[in-house]
């Protein structure tokens, strides 16, 4: 499974490598700012793509010495990472085509440029579903996060592309720069959604309230054998839910029956959360409160 995830992970740095050769190589023989511009972008998102490569295959190794929590939030500081880029795409992109607007400037061989801009969204829309498909299944957020920047590259390279074909049929030169700016301010407003995904983890912020809910339920299937739940806590580590409460337990209850009964808990929250980390400490009842 982890070979599996690093080889789609690759996947997009391939693609990616052959994106931004095609659209630097055509930018520069047609002249067209814009181009180059979706260049620019297309490179930050292989560096994304790198990042995201490197955090996958370093969030799957285990806990060790130095690391005893393990290795998820690798996934999140790639994720924050992979998120800024995205703005810095953005406000590079608004720069460029403003500065087109007060210089406007021909395009060279209209139809190689229109040509390339497709054909890097078709293999990028291609390489970013393969992605996003498997960042769910392994509820990655550096693949998510990597997944997004393949598709906001599909959508800057239409943009531009049927900005260049307007521009060639019509000899509007500002439709370039407009339609430029329209798509880096949707891909910076898309980006705001996932840094609100990838960076709340690094503040070891709690699950949300549905998947608290669901914890929960999976406790209170149990109610009639212990007492109360206390001191409840939660947070998220990449793909990884960390999970850790007392069990107050009636204080005549063996160690042996606790612990059952802690193991049958344990696996309970395991079917709705399987890569979860589970920590419970029982408390014989009255014993807290002293």
């Known amino acids: 499974m982890k070979r599996s995830s690093s080889n789609i992970a690759f996947l997009s ?29 297309s490179a930050l998102d292989l560096l994304a793509s790198f990042i995201a490569f490197i955090s996958v295959k370093v969030s799957g190794k285990p806990a060790d010495d130095d690391h005893p929590y393990g290795h998820g939030k690798i996934e999140n500081i790639s994720g924050t990472i992979e998120t800024l880029l995205i703005y810095v795409a953005g406000i590079w992109i608004i720069y460029e085509c403003v500065h087109k607007l007060i210089s406007p400037e021909p395009i060279k061989l209209p139809l190689l440029a229109i040509g390339v801009m497709l054909l890097g969204a078709l293999i990028n829309f291609v390489v970013s579903r393969i992605v996003n498909k498997e960042a769910n299944r392994i509820n990655s957020v550096a693949m998510k996060s990597n997944a997004f920047h393949l598709l906001t590259d599909v959508y800057t390279s239409l943009g531009v592309g049927l900005s260049l074909i307007l521009v060639a049929v019509t000899g509007w030169t500002f439709l370039d720069p407009i339609i430029g700016i329209a798509l880096a301010l949707y891909i910076m407003i898309e980006a705001t959604k996932l840094m609100k995904e990838a960076f709340p983890p690094l503040l070891d912020a709690r699950l949300n309230k ?28 990449g793909a990884h839910e960390h999970i850790d409460f007392h069990l107050i337990v009636p204080p005549e209850n063996s160690i042996k029956s606790i612990h059952h009964l802690c193991d049958r808990i344990e696996d309970k929250i395991l079917e709705k959360f399987p890569n979860a980390h589970i920590m419970i400490h029982p408390e014989p009842d009255g014993l807290q409160e002293r």
């Open 13 to 41: 740095v391939a693609s990616n490598s052959l994106v931004v050769l095609l659209k630097v190589s055509v930018g520069i023989l047609t002249g067209s700012v814009a181009v180059l511009s979706e260049a620019i972008h």
């Open 210 to 237: 549905s998947e608290e809910e669901e914890v929960f339920q999976a406790i209170r299937t149990f109610q009639s054998e212990y007492i109360e739940i206390q001191c409840f806590k939660t947070r998220r580590a």
